[in-house]
């Protein structure tokens, strides 16, 4: 449980989201892919074309054993079982269910937002590929926001027990808020990823390829991923065992 | 049927191309995920666990109707039937079945010998997350290479009927090749996908990153996709309704 290396996780992370972001707003804003019965997919009416790729991603996902890991948290409830045993080691993380922490549903809704902001209005027809970078930029950012959530929070627990733990006890949200978070940390991540942003797109021919506003994806960070990210930590820290 | 549309959108896939492959060498190369008879996958001991993952994905895709396009060929065959119809227009192609142009066998060969260069020797039981990062970057140069293959050829076609039609006739394979080979423009591909790809790695943090050699990106594309592109055409020409 080495903080430098979960860091480094989360910043290997954001190269992650950045570049699912980057395909998906190849692809006009497509509005009809989020209303539901407006799929046209057989045996699926009243669902919206990206809820029904979202459930059959995750329905594989889980006979390939995802679910097993902990960052790894499903939208969707009734996946079916686990095909395969997965091969890497069980982390250490003292928790019952690691469902206990799952934030997917909060942060469908920060995603749909984030998908207004960034890709053109419009609609090019181009709906099952929208989709299918849609299904892959929100299983970018949830990993991010449960790795953060499961791993940080018990690295910090880890490295301060005491005080961690008498207020797990109390359930004093607020103060383990306050003892949790570090500004200066959030300030770094923040610019860090609107210059990663920025980088990444500035050898990008703009005749074909949409760009992304950098500073919408800070706010994204700011606003969404960050204190997502803190309310998980919170949720593993009040269900752990101790 | 404008090759300048054609040509910008090859372009673009050069970006998913190299982000599919900078995602797949975050992992070892987990030589066992590419054994037959190695899954540890219940129901299907035969493949190696990118086989099951690329049959799985392919078959969720059909049903999306992902392979009612030109561009998307599959691995697999028998796959299922598709469960919506696509929105985007039919393309103005002369040919009876786009099957007739599929590479996808030959361009496994490629890819797993391309992994074997660009990953990381070694095992770190990441073969889940390593297997879909194959599926999404062997889909990515499929894409390329077909896309390619069909519309590079068409506008060829139109562009100067009268030559190619009698060399189809003919079957003439080698004056079709020489016909539709531009030395220059391949060399200009494969200098900017090698820019490309140092530019994408250029601010990335290679304690927690891995990084590709760009020459090794370049050799693929002057080897394996070009002449594969190349080969499609050929084959698109001598199938196409003239």
Redesign the interface.
């Given at each position: 449980m080495d903080l430098n290396i979960i860091v480094?996780?989360l910043?290997?992370l954001e190269?992650?989201i950045i570049?699912k972001l980057?395909?998906r707003v190849?692809f006009k804003l497509n509005p009809v892919i989020y209303q539901p019965g407006n799929?046209?997919?057989?045996?699926?009416e009243g669902k919206s074309?990206f809820e029904i790729?979202l459930l059959?991603?995750e329905e594989?996902d889980a006979?390939?054993?995802?679910y097993s890991q902990p960052e790894e948290r499903p939208f969707n409830k009734n996946l079916p079982e686990p095909?395969?045993?997965?091969?890497?080691?069980a982390p250490e993380l003292y928790i019952s269910d690691y469902n206990q922490i799952n934030l997917t549903a909060q942060i469908m809704k920060s995603y749909l937002n984030l998908v207004m902001e960034i890709c053109p209005d419009g609609d090019d027809?181009?709906?099952?590929s929208s989709?299918?970078a849609d299904v892959?930029a929100f299983q970018a950012i949830c990993e991010r926001i449960h790795f953060g959530s499961f791993f940080v929070a018990e690295s910090k627990i880890q490295s301060n027990f005491e005080t961690y733990s008498q207020l797990i006890k109390e359930k004093n949200k607020e103060a383990l808020m306050n003892l949790l978070t570090r500004k200066e940390v959030e300030d770094r991540i923040i610019l860090r990823v609107k210059?990663?942003l920025a980088?990444?797109q500035?050898?990008?021919?703009t005749?074909?390829?949409t760009t992304i506003n950098p500073d919408i994806i800070l706010q994204f960070y700011r606003d969404h991923i960050i204190p997502l990210t803190k309310e998980g930590e919170i949720l593993y820290l009040l269900n752990r065992i101790i």
């Open positions: 480094a996780h910043e290997s190269e992650t570049s980057i395909d190849q799929s046209g997919f057989v045996g699926a074309l790729r059959f991603q594989m006979q390939f054993g995802r095909k395969r045993r997965v091969s890497t080691a027809k181009q709906y099952g989709v299918v892959y210059e990663k980088y990444a500035a050898k990008v021919n005749a074909i390829r």
